[in-house]
């Protein structure tokens, strides 16, 4: 693919199955599930998707993990203080030692060593935490850039957190290509960033997920066909 002088990734579901992590969630939900759901719902508050809750940021001078467990206190009537401690220890470092006997999507490790043997920088934006993900899965230290949206303040699909992972990788945005597996926040906020954009996506989950599929440059759902395009 010409054009580009870098490639980014999401984390979770495109560079492993989002199932095998979701099996090994089934105790934690059963047992947290309004913790789980206040945490979903905190983060729809911040990315601006309940209207009239919040703007989609936290408040001026706000960190993010405090306006995170405030919205989260709101929801379930609790002490945010108290909610940000059990978010810290069950969620954030509660679910990384899952990820000890996750895999990735087969042909992951080759496709990324070529693309940078073919001279383009590498570089990852999640909206969660990802480095010790990324140890878990073999795939540290391969990486121009590691960013996390959250350390920006603004989850996927801000353009912000975008144009952060740019600036870190040293490439311009429009030669960019993110990889990602999701249209709403992966693609659509690639393309707002000005980055070209890729969708893995399984073919017949292909076919639930058609609106916005046409702002991907690329779709595929196999790595081989990936590093192809990429590097043709």
């Known amino acids: 693919m010409k054009n580009i002088d870098g490639i980014a990734f999401d984390l979770d579901g495109t560079l492993y199955p989002n199932y095998r992590l979701n099996l090994r969630l089934i105790p934690f939900i059963l047992k947290e599930f309004p913790l789980l759901w206040a945490f979903g719902r905190a983060r729809d508050v911040l990315r601006g998707k309940i209207p009239g809750r919040a703007a989609p940021t936290a408040a001026p001078g706000e960190d993010f993990y405090d306006?995170?467990?405030?919205?989260?206190g709101a929801f379930l009537k609790k002490d945010g203080a108290f909610i940000k401690e059990r978010t810290e220890r069950l969620?954030?470092?509660?679910?990384?030692?899952?990820?000890?006997?996750?895999?990735?999507?087969?042909?992951?490790?080759?496709?990324?060593?070529?693309?940078?043997?073919?001279?383009?920088?590498?570089?990852?934006?999640?909206?969660?935490?990802?480095?010790?993900?990324?140890?878990?899965?073999?795939?540290?230290?391969?990486?121009?850039?590691?960013?996390?949206?959250?350390?920006?303040?603004?989850?996927?699909?801000?353009?912000?957190?975008?144009?952060?992972?740019?600036?870190?990788?040293?490439?311009?945005?429009?030669?960019?290509?993110?990889?990602g597996n999701s249209v709403s926040y992966d693609i659509l906020g690639a393309k707002k960033a000005g980055m070209k954009a890729a969708l893995i996506c399984h073919p017949l989950r292909g076919l639930l997920q058609k609106k916005g599929r046409a702002q991907a440059e690329f779709i595929f759902h196999d790595y081989r066909q990936l590093g192809k395009y990429v590097l043709s």
């Open 91 to 179: 969620i954030y470092r509660g679910w990384e030692p899952l990820f000890k006997n996750i895999r990735p999507f087969p042909h992951v490790g080759e496709t990324l060593r070529a693309i940078r043997g073919g001279g383009l920088k590498l570089g990852l934006l999640s909206d969660f935490p990802p480095e010790q993900k990324l140890e878990y899965l073999g795939l540290g230290g391969i990486w121009d850039a590691v960013c996390c949206s959250e350390r920006t303040g603004r989850l996927k699909p801000a353009s912000e957190s975008f144009e952060e992972l740019a600036r870190a990788m040293g490439v311009k945005n429009e030669r960019l290509l993110y990889v």
């Open 67 to 72: 306006a995170q467990a405030r919205h989260m």
